[in-house]
């Protein structure tokens, strides 16, 4: 079974602080993703990220950064949380097909809240 | 320009009721993917199903069933006989332009099935 991790279920941060999210993956996917959901809004695209030290901007990158330093490693950086960031973080991972699109498979979310 | 269209923000059904829940999506391509998906409450999102453009095979599982038609560009899912555990919010994505193994979302819908 595909397994995807996020560091925390819950989150709660202060404006201002730098606020890492963690997300792991265990079947050697090449791309990985990151996502917010919103009410209304359904999943955005942050980033993502198809190999080691590649990122790729997404729908919604303004007030993110990521890290990909290994294959089954991804993670969002929020440098300067604030309240508008306050929302559920999905992370998804899938390999890199080619000629076809690989089904994506998301870790249980980190449900932030900034203060 | 790709689009996926869940037109049903939320559905309540009594328990044993079948349910559709529609998707419409909008694309050029001619060779693309189109996947449901389930966020029970717990926030994670579960895979259910994916199709490529050329298979437009109905598929049953259980009491879950897909009806793919190109000539409409729709993708609809139908639960027969609906549980309270079917209660989730339901996501159907299109595979975007490109093989960049990024997926188009859908808002979703809201499916509540009352016993």
């Known amino acids: 079974d595909v397994k995807v991790t996020q560091s925390s279920r819950y989150l709660v941060k202060r404006t201002g602080e730098k606020v890492f999210l963690e997300c792991v993956q265990d079947m050697d996917h090449e791309n990985m993703f990151w996502y917010r959901q919103d009410p209304g809004l359904g999943l955005r695209l942050i980033y993502f990220?198809?190999?080691?030290?590649?990122?790729e901007k997404g729908d919604i990158p303004e007030g993110y950064s990521v890290s990909r330093e290994k294959k089954e490693r991804f993670s969002l950086i929020l440098e300067s949380a604030s309240t508008n960031q306050t929302s559920m973080y999905l992370c998804?991972?899938?390999?890199?097909?080619?000629?076809?699109?690989?089904?994506?498979?998301f870790g249980p979310g980190t449900r932030l809240t900034v203060l | 320009a790709q689009k996926v269209t869940q037109a049903q923000t939320e559905i309540s059904v009594v328990e044993k009721e079948d349910v559709t829940l529609d998707c419409v999506y909008e694309t050029r391509d001619t060779t693309y993917y189109l996947f449901w998906y389930k966020q029970p409450p717990s926030g994670e999102l579960v895979f259910l199903i994916r199709?490529?453009?050329?298979?437009?095979q109905n598929e049953i599982s259980g009491r879950y069933s897909w009806n793919f038609q190109k000539s409409t560009s729709s993708f609809n899912f139908t639960i027969t006989a609906s549980q309270v555990v079917d209660s989730a919010v339901y996501f159907c994505?299109?595979?975007?332009?490109?093989?960049?193994?990024?997926?188009?979302f859908g808002q979703g819908t809201t499916l509540q099935v009352k016993p």
């Open positions: 199709r490529n453009s050329f298979d437009e």
């Open positions: 998804a991972s899938s390999f890199l097909a080619s000629g076809f699109t690989d089904t994506q498979y």
């Open positions: 994505a299109l595979s975007a332009t490109g093989n960049t193994g990024k997926l188009i």
């Open positions: 990220s198809y190999d080691v030290k590649m990122k």
